[in-house]
């Protein structure tokens, strides 16, 4: 009942409370409860009550327009890609810098021509598997926040992709 030394709580740890004369505990425990919820409330004892999750569910109902991020991230990518191509192959323009190299160590000049014409014809192979991918990856993006994230995203643009519903 009493605590050894005082903490913050004070150094009352517990009160016993017993029946009341003529009553059984259980009737006494009751009528304890009624008048203590009737005397104490909880905003005398500073707490409150507030509808947490519906606040924090509130921000991300209809309000989050993702176009504006889907339109730049697409373009940087396509902007970056395109660099990154012109740094490897050049505009096209001027001579490949490996094919000096490899006439000096005495491939032939249709050997050169060929390795040149693989190498070109792996990179288009490549461009041409990363451009479906990413399709897909846009598709996949699309049909995800039309369905499994429709609560977050509400766009013109996902409506009209709906088969049911015409633009």
Same mark, same amino acid.
């Given at each position: 009942?009493?605590?050894? &030394? *005082?903490?913050? /709580?004070?150094? $009352? #740890?517990?009160?016993?409370?017993?029946?009341?004369?003529?009553?059984?505990?259980? #009737?006494?425990?009751? &009528?304890?409860?009624?008048? !203590?919820?009737?005397?104490?409330?909880?905003?005398?004892?500073? !707490?409150?009550?507030?509808?947490?999750?519906?606040?924090?569910?509130?921000?991300?109902?209809?309000? #989050?327009?993702?176009?504006?991020? /889907?339109?730049? /991230?697409?373009?940087? =990518?396509? $902007? *970056?890609?395109?660099? %990154?191509?012109? %740094?490897?192959?050049?505009?096209?323009?001027?001579?490949?810098?490996?094919?000096?190299? =490899? !006439?000096?160590?005495?491939?032939?000049?249709?050997?050169?021509? #060929?390795?040149? =014409?693989?190498?070109?014809? /792996?990179?288009?192979?490549?461009?041409?598997?990363? =451009?479906?991918?990413?399709?897909?990856?846009?598709?996949?993006? $699309?049909?995800? !926040?039309?369905? %499994? %994230?429709?609560?977050?995203?509400? $766009?013109?643009?996902?409506?009209?992709? *709906?088969?049911?519903?015409?633009?």
């Amino acid at each position: 009942m009493w605590a050894e &030394e *005082s903490g913050r /709580f004070g150094r $009352l #740890t517990q009160i016993r409370f017993g029946a009341a004369a003529g009553k059984d505990l259980a #009737t006494t425990a009751a &009528e304890f409860e009624r008048e !203590l919820a009737r005397r104490i409330s909880p905003e005398s004892m500073g !707490l409150a009550f507030e509808p947490v999750k519906a606040r924090a569910i509130a921000p991300a109902r209809g309000s #989050t327009d993702f176009s504006m991020l /889907f339109m730049s /991230f697409s373009m940087f =990518l396509i $902007l *970056s890609a395109r660099c %990154w191509s012109l %740094w490897c192959f050049g505009s096209g323009g001027e001579a490949v810098p490996g094919n000096g190299i =490899l !006439l000096a160590v005495g491939l032939r000049p249709r050997s050169v021509a #060929t390795v040149f =014409l693989w190498k070109e014809r /792996f990179w288009r192979y490549r461009a041409v598997v990363g =451009l479906a991918g990413a399709a897909g990856y846009a598709r996949l993006l $699309l049909t995800g !926040l039309s369905s %499994w %994230w429709a609560d977050a995203a509400v $766009l013109p643009l996902f409506n009209c992709m *709906s088969a049911e519903q015409a633009c």
